[in-house]
C-alpha cells in the first residue's frame, strides 16, 4: 500500500468517523491510532504541502537528508512511546553532542565539569567543581536559576560565567528577552551538568530513525482508512457554530461541506488560528533557516555548534552528524530567531510561555470546552513547549479515551446547533 492522498473537494465527509487536523506527531499518532483501534476511516486535513509537520526531512540538491523545520532529535524516557515508534522504523543509535562557540575555544553544552576545566583552567576548575559537588552533590543537574541564587562565591563566579557566556546572548537572540525574563522552565531544559557526560540529553532511549522522519510518518499513515488532504487548512473548511453572537460564545459545532461533523476531531494547529485572532493572535517565536553545503566531508566537530557570544543566528546545524550519512559532501543550517507576525508566510514554531500569554491562550480554549468532540492537542493548539516524545505519549492517551467513547458510542448524537 502507499499513503492515500485525496482532493478535499472530492471528500464525501459521511464517510469518516473522524477528523484529525495536522500531521506532526499529535495528528498522525492520533490518526493511526483511532483508524487501527476503532476500525474506523480517519480524513487528515493538513496545510502544508506534505506530511510530518515539523520533522519533515527531505534530500536537498547535494544528497544530504536535512530537516526543514529544525534539527529533531528524538530522546525519551518512556519505553511505550519508543516501542511504539519502534513498530514503524529501526533506528540510528545517535547520542546528541553540542558544543558552544566560546570566542573560538568550543565548550560542552549543558556547562559541564569539562567546560570548567577549559574556561577556568585544571587547577581552578577543581576547586569550583569539589564546591558544586559540596553543595549540590555529583551527577547532579542544577538550573541556571537555582545557580543564580546561591551566595556562595565560588558558586557566583560560575553562576556569573555560565549566566554571561552561555545563556544571555543565546536566550536574547532566541526569544527577545533575557533570560531573567523568560520562563523558567525554558532555560531549565539545559541545565549546568555537574559531570564529564558530554551529552545534550541523558535520556534511555535516543536515535534517530534510520530512513529519516518522512518515511516514518508515511508507514504510520499507510494504513487503511486513513486519506490526507495536503494543502487543505482546516480554518478554510471548518464553519464554526457557536452558542451565541457574543465575541466569546462558547462553540456548539463544527460543520464540513455543511454538515455538522459530530464524530471526533483531533486538532494540533494554533487555536487562535482557528478563531481568526479574535482575542489578538497568539505571541510565539518564528524561525528562519540558511543552507550552506560544503565540498568537504565535515564542517563542525558535533550535530550542533550554539553561538553563545556571538553571531546574529543561534546554532548551527551539521545533520549527517544526526543522520549518520556518508557523504564526500555536507549541509549545515543557521538558524535564526524571529517575531512571529505573519501567520501567512512564517511558522509559529515556539509558544512563548508565561503567566498572560497562558491566560490568553485560555480564553480560546474555553471556547472549545464545550464542544465534546473537540480534542486541542500538540504543540500549538495547547500552547506548550513539548518535545516529540511527550505529544506521542499524549497522543497514544488520547486515542484511547476518544475510541472508549466511540465504543460506548458517545459521538453519535447530533449537539444541538
Ligand atoms: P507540528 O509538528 O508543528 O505539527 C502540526 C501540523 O499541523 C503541521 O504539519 C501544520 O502544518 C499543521 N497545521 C497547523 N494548522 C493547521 C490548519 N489550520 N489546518 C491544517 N493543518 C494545520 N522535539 C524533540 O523531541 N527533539 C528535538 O530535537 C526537537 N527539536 C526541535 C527543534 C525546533 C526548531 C522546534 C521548533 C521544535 C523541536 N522539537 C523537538 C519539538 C517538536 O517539533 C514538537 O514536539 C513536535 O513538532 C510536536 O508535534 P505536533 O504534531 O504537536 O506539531
Ligand atoms: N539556551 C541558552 N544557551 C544555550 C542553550 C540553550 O541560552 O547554549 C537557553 C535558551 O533560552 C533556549 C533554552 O535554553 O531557548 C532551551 O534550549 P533548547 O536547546 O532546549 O532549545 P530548543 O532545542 O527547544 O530550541
Redesign the pocket.
Known sequence: MSVSYIDFKDVDISKYKAIVVGSGFAGAVSARQLAEKCNCKVLVLEKRSHIGGNMYDEYDDAGILVHRYGPHIFHTNDSKVFNYLRQFTGWIGYQHHVL?DWYGTYIP?PFNKNSMETVFGEERAAELIQKLIDVFGDERKVTINELREQRDQDLVEIADFVYKN??LY??QK??GQT?DQ?DPS??A??PVFISRDNRYFQDTYQGMPASGYTDLFEKMLDFEGIDICLNTDATSVFELVFQGGEEDSALSAIKVKDEVFTGPIVYSGPLDELFLGRFGRLPYRSLNFVYETFDEEYKFPCGTV?Y?VSQDYTRITEFKHLTGQTAPNTTIMKEYSCEYTDPETQIPYYAIINEENNAHYQRYRKMTESLSNFFPLGRLAEYRYYNMDKIIGLALELSEEIAAKMDNGDFNAKESV
Open positions: 558552544a553544552v552561555v545563556f543565546y536566550t532566541q526569544w533570560p523568560v525554558v532555560t531544559r539545559v550554539n553563545t
